[in-house]
């Protein structure tokens, strides 16, 4: 008897917007994908905001079920998840720097006026006063606590059916560390996804064990390297952040605005409005779209060159990887914290990453067939299929919805 067909899942990082992303288009993968359970994948590895969503997966939460908790807050109380516990003010750490700062003007005072330093010199003595982290992310462990010890689920590694790895990074090392993996499976899910989502500067390091942890992505942007050295048939790759190309002009513009048109009304939106604005230039954004791009390109830039190692050493391994278009501006101004916009990008990844699988249905189909999946091109082909209801839609234009798409299924499994 043939053994059975092993899959991964890597989930990149990204802040909210990156899991924002991740379950739109995990909603998309697994409706258009069949076969495909993302809840019972071979093993999952996370890092920063994928690795709360790969601790959600691994625990049986479904796309659908992560939505409602994440997105939409509709999911029963233990499971609701709010975005806004991540925008709590890092007091503790504020506090406690604040409780150096007289010693250290003392000493810095005494350098100046009695041996002679400069007063720039100094300033290194004084930056010991500055918090590592603007925000705390105490809020969001004791809620991610609360939802993964719900009846059916663990928030210890070694409970769990599915592998699981979240990856952080030692601060004083500099060294990945694999929590869920053997030697490191004791680490509470929580406290370990707290430790991979610490980006420098926004939250202070986690401390685990006596040792301080940030985010993952420090040192490479999948760490997909942890699941393929295991032996997989198939790694699902999703990666929520990639730089912007203003300046990319291949598409005519009457396709854009058709496309567009296309889009707005699957949103809900009226049709002639501008759906992406453009932006020519970057830099008339300010500082804020100056580092949003750097950082970008830079993580990028570091997830091409590791998908071509991947691909030279586990070439028995079909590797899919799924991100946004570079040219959607949709993602790059995005306001995440807004309950109005979480619903709209959430919708926009769940129709983008159907786009993008009918774009790639050549490439893709033998890829997943090697592992027993198919894709459903007849559920791509309806236009009509939402992650969410339309704004203002009524039941009865619900069901409509659904009709209309049911026909056009139907439709696309007779050709």
């Not at 150096?100 to 005072?109: I, W």
């Not at 129709?351 to 791509?380: I, M, N």
Request: with cysteine; charged share 25%.
């Amino acid at each position: 008897m043939s053994q059975q067909p092993r899959i991964g899942l890597a989930l990149a990082g990204g802040g909210p917007l990156g899991a924002i992303y991740e379950v739109g288009a995990l909603c998309a993968l697994e409706e258009a994908v069949a076969g495909l359970d993302v809840t019972a994948c071979d093993g999952y590895i996370g890092v920063s905001a994928g690795g709360f969503i790969a601790a959600g997966l691994a625990n049986g939460m479904t796309p659908r079920q992560l939505c409602a908790a994440f997105i939409e807050n509709s999911a029963e109380a233990p499971d609701r998840f709010d975005p806004a516990e991540l925008l709590q003010p890092a007091w503790a750490e504020l506090g406690q720097r604040l409780r150096l700062l007289p010693g250290l003007l003392a000493d810095s005072a005494r350098e100046v006026l009695l041996e002679g330093r400069s007063k720039l010199a100094t300033l290194e003595r004084l930056g010991r006063a500055l918090p590592t982290g603007l925000l705390s992310s105490e809020r969001f462990g004791e809620a991610l606590t609360r939802v993964l010890t719900q009846p059916g689920r663990s928030n210890d590694f070694r409970r769990l059916r599915r592998p699981l790895v979240l990856v952080a990074t030692d601060l004083d090392s500099g060294e990945a560390v694999p929590f869920g993996a053997p030697g490191w499976d004791h680490v509470p899910i929580s406290r370990a996804v707290q430790a991979s989502a610490a980006l420098p500067g926004l939250f202070p390091p986690v401390e685990i064990g006596g040792r301080h942890y940030v985010d993952g992505a420090l040192k490479k942007t999948l760490h997909a390297s942890v699941l393929l050295d295991r032996g997989l048939d198939l790694l699902i790759c999703l990666n929520p952040l990639v730089p912007y190309a203003s300046d990319r002009r291949s598409t005519a513009r009457e396709d854009r605005s058709r496309r567009a048109r296309d889009l707005a009304r699957k949103l809900g939106r009226p049709a002639g409005r501008a759906l992406q604005p453009h932006i020519h230039r970057l830099v008339d954004g300010g500082l804020p779209l100056v580092l949003s791009q750097t950082f970008r390109s830079l993580i990028h830039s570091r997830l091409e060159l590791g998908m071509r190692g991947y691909e030279l050493s586990h070439p028995q391994t079909d590797i899919v990887l799924l991100e946004p278009n570079p040219r959607d501006a949709e993602f790059f101004l995005a306001n995440t914290f807004s309950y109005r916009q979480r619903r709209h990008l959430a919708e926009h990844a769940y129709q983008a990453t159907r786009e993008l699988l009918r774009q790639r249905a050549a490439e893709l189909k033998p890829q997943f067939a090697r592992t027993g999946l198919t894709l459903r091109e007849d559920v791509l082909a309806n236009r009509e299929a939402r992650l969410l209801p339309a704004p203002g839609e009524t039941r009865t234009e619900q069901a409509l919805r659904t009709l209309r798409g049911t026909l056009s299924v139907l439709e696309a499994r007779r050709r």
